[in-house]
Nanobody, 115 residues
């Protein structure tokens, strides 16, 4: 069973930065893509950023120019670099990994943007 463990969340002031990490229990080379989604209570989970196994990236319009997703294959880790954070970025962030017929999720980590 694949395990995805997120870290790096917390409380940050508006305009600040955070880096989320997602460590996989096995090689991430085997996933078609990996990414980050977020969800607030009562809302649907939305995709924030995706990176393919060839390095292609895609972002939600709400985070373009502020968030960057990267991957370190040697460390089996995907990162989400978040800059210029806004209060509306406050959510639980989930790491995900996709194979052809299956999707895996981390347990989620809280990001709170508040002064």
């Amino acid at each position: 069973q694949v395990q995805l463990v997120e870290s790096g969340g917390g409380l940050v002031q508006p305009g600040g930065s955070l880096r989320l990490s997602c460590a996989a229990s096995e090689s991430i080379d085997g996933f078609r893509n990996m990414g980050w989604s977020r969800q607030a209570p009562g809302n649907q989970r939305e995709s924030v950023a995706t990176i393919t196994n060839s390095g292609g990236t895609d972002y939600a319009d709400s985070v373009k120019g502020r968030f960057t997703i990267t991957r370190d294959n040697a460390a089996n880790t995907v990162y989400l670099h978040m800059n210029s954070l806004k209060p509306e970025d406050t959510d639980v962030y989930y790491c995900r990994a996709n194979r052809l017929f299956r999707q895996y999720w981390g347990q989620g980590i809280q990001v709170t943007v508040s002064s």
